[in-house]
């Protein structure tokens, strides 16, 4: 199989993290507020496989495997229990997607 050298895209990606982010923000202008908080801790649970969907949305979570931690997590997932759980008309302990809050309304 012969593959046309006009059609393929090579990407030069900077040395280190800082640099490919500030890439990205000079290039991108929309990406600029994901690298400013960059700093801020994302919401991650460890997989749970008894819930691999939301309770509220019922969207499947994105799934990826730490290799520092050894261990399958939810990205953008949190767990909720008791009064915030009530709020959302779901069990106590139930994984949901931390956009699913954020679109209620009723945030973090």
Sequence with gaps: MQVCMMHVQFRVLPPCRDLCLAARACCFPA????????????????????QPCCAISGEPFD???????????????KRIHAD????????GGALVKVKCL???GLGS
């Design 84 to 91: 915030e759980a009530e709020r959302y008309g779901v069990q």
């Design 63 to 77: 799934k990826f495997f730490d290799l520092d931690k050894e261990e399958w997590f939810y990205r953008g997932a």
């Design 31 to 50: 990406m600029q507020a994901a690298v400013g908080s960059d700093q801020e801790e994302e919401a991650l649970e460890p997989e749970d496989p008894e």
């Design 102 to 104: 954020a679109e209620a």
